[in-house]
């Protein structure tokens, strides 16, 4: 482990001070992110104004970004501060990108509804016994022209499931899933 010494902390430069956390002291790491402080808290202002998050979760998501920072940082491509102040910004972007996405909303905490229901519309006995008469024989046309992995592929996609999963479940690329949904619409299509 590099010595550091305290009393000349504000000599060192932030390559400097990236080493000796890198070689094991991160007591010197406090030094740095006093420096970077100001960055941090005025992206987190910038970013929380723009994407309406939590000024305290941007700055705490700021700081795990400079610490990454640090952690892979190679001083010979770039000074530190550049380096650091692209890391900060693209992890606040990143996770200001990841709050407001729908798909990191809870699958228990969502709702689904097919369409709005107005009394008028309630169905009769009769109508809905026709429905699933009709439903189940579409669904078996599907079966019948549709090989098994196709047919599966189907189920997996009416599940919510993405091509990543419905890739990893069968043990097929996601591009076999891609190519056998495009084979199933065209498919599908033509029964109609």
């Known amino acids: 482990m590099k010595f550091f010494n305290y009393e000349k902390s504000v000599d060192y430069s932030d390559e400097e001070l990236v080493s000796f956390i890198n070689s094991g002291n991160d007591d ?3 030094i740095l992110v006093n420096r970077y402080m100001p960055l941090i808290n005025n992206k987190a202002r910038e970013f929380s104004l723009s994407y309406g998050i939590d ?11 400079l610490y990454s920072a640090v952690k892979v940082y190679k001083d010979e ?13 693209r992890g606040l972007l990143s996770f200001c990108r990841s709050q407001n996405r729908k798909k990191d909303i809870p699958r228990d905490k969502l709702v689904y509804s097919d369409y709005d229901v107005e009394i008028s519309e309630v169905k ?12 189940f024989i579409l669904t078996e046309d ?13 189920i997996a996609f009416i599940e919510f499931n993405s091509y990543d999963v419905i890739a990893q479940r069968l ?10 949904m495009c084979r199933v619409r065209k498919k599908i299509r033509e029964i109609h």
């Open 77 to 89: 491509v770039s000074l530190f501060s550049t380096f650091a102040s692209v890391c900060i910004k």
């Open 28 to 30: 010197v790491l406090h």
């Open 142 to 154: 599907i079966k019948k022209i549709l090989s098994s992995l196709e047919y599966k592929v189907l």
């Open 55 to 65: 000024n305290d979760d941007l700055v705490q998501e700021g700081l795990i970004a």
């Open 124 to 135: 009769s006995p009769e109508a809905i016994l026709i429905e699933k008469e009709e439903s």
């Open 171 to 180: 043990g097929i690329t996601v591009k076999s899933v891609n190519n056998t």
